[in-house]
C-alpha cells in the first residue's frame, strides 16, 4: 500500500561538510547511517528537549531531512543558524520531491523505516495512493513518534523512546546540543515517562492530556502526541508515566473520557 505523505516536507543538506554538521547537530550516528534505511533522529535543543524528529535519509553524498511540514521553518531557522562558516548547503526540495509511505511492501529505491513501513521519495506523483490517516495509525502501531509544534522542547528523547536499543539516540557518537541532559539520563536515571499506544472512542488531539485519579485529586501523568481515527475509534501515542500505567486513564481530566493501553 502506498501513501502521499502531504504533511511532510524535504530538506536538501549537501557540502563538504554536511555530515560532520548534521552529525554535530542530531542525536544519532550520522556517520554510520545504512544508505537503505531511514535513520531516526532527534534534534534537541540544550536542555536535551526535543524541537523535532527528523527522518535522515543518504544519497550519494547528500542527506536529506524529513519533517513534518509545520515544523521546516524551525528547522531551516536552526540549521542555517549553527552552520556558520561550514560549508554546507541546505535547501527546500519539498516542492521537487514527493514523498510516500510504503505499508508492508517496498522496492530497489524506497528506504525502510521500521518492520513493514518505508520511505520512497520522486519527482514525480505517483497516482495509485491511499488515505493519509492509514498510514498515520500504522505509525501509531509502530510506536513511531512524530513531534509537532505545539508539543516541540516538551519531552527528552527517552520519553519518545528513541533510546531503547539505541533506536534514535547514539551514546557512543560525541556532543550534539543537549547530549549531556540526554547521556546523563541514560547512565544515571530512569526516564519516568515512556511512550505508549492508546485507543478510545473519544476524540483526542496532539497536545492534550491524560489523566488519573491519585488519592486525593486528579492527577495529570501525560501528553498526546500523535493521533489518528479508524471506523470506530482514535488511536494516539502518548508520553505516559510508566509508573501509571494500569490506572484509570482519562482524557483532559474528563472521567468519563476513558482510554485503553493498547498492549503490543
Not at 2 to 18: P, T, Y
Not at 21 to 47: G, T
Not at 93 to 112: H, R, V, W
Request: hydrophobic share 35%.
Amino acid at each position: 500500500m502506498m501513501i502521499l505523505l502531504e504533511n511532510r516536507s524535504l530538506l536538501k543538506v549537501s557540502g563538504n561538510d554536511a555530515e560532520s554538521f548534521l552529525h554535530s547537530q542530531f542525536s544519532n550516528d550520522i556517520r554510520h547511517i545504512d544508505e537503505k534505511k531511514v535513520q531516526i533522529n532527534a534534534y534537541c535543543q540544550h536542555q536535551g528537549k526535543v524541537i523535532v524528529i527528523p527522518w535522515v535519509i543518504k544519497k550519494r553524498d547528500s542527506y536529506y531531512l524529513s519533517i513534518p511540514s509545520e515544523m521546516k521553518d524551525i528547522v531551516l531557522s536552526k540549521l542555517n543558524m549553527f552552520k556558520l562558516m561550514s560549508q554546507v548547503d541546505i535547501e527546500d526540495f519539498s516542492k521537487k520531491i514527493y514523498q510516500y509511505g510504503l505499508i508492508g511492501e517496498s522496492n530497489t529505491k524506497s528506504y525502510q523505516i521500521c518492520d513493514d513501513l518505508s520511505l520512497l521519495t520522486s519527482r514525480e506523483v505517483l497516482t495509485d495512493y491511499h488515505n493519509n490517516s492509514l498510514w498515520e495509525i500504522e505509525c501509531i502501531k509502530k510506536i513511531l513518534p512524530e513531534v509537532y509544534a505545539s508539543i516541540s522542547e516538551k519531552h527528552i528523547p527517552q520519553s519518545f523512546n528513541l533510546d531503547i536499543n539505541q533506536f534514535g539516540v547514539s551514546f557512543t557518537k560525541g556532543c550534539y546540543p543537549g547530549q549531556e541532559v540526554v547521556a546523563r539520563m541514560h547512565y544515571l536515571g530512569n526516564p519516568k515517562r515512556r511512550l505508549f499506544h492508546f485507543t478510545s472512542k473519544f476524540e483526542a488531539f496532539v497536545g492534550d492530556t491524560l489523566n488519573v485519579n491519585d488519592s486525593r485529586s486528579l492527577k495529570s501523568s501525560g501528553q498526546v502526541i500523535r493521533v489518528a481515527k479508524d471506523d470506530n475509534k482514535f488511536h494516539f501515542l502518548a508520553v505516559f508515566e510508566a509508573g501509571q500505567i494500569n490506572n484509570h486513564i482519562f482524557l483532559n481530566n474528563d472521567q468519563s473520557k476513558i482510554v485503553n493501553l493498547v498492549h503490543e
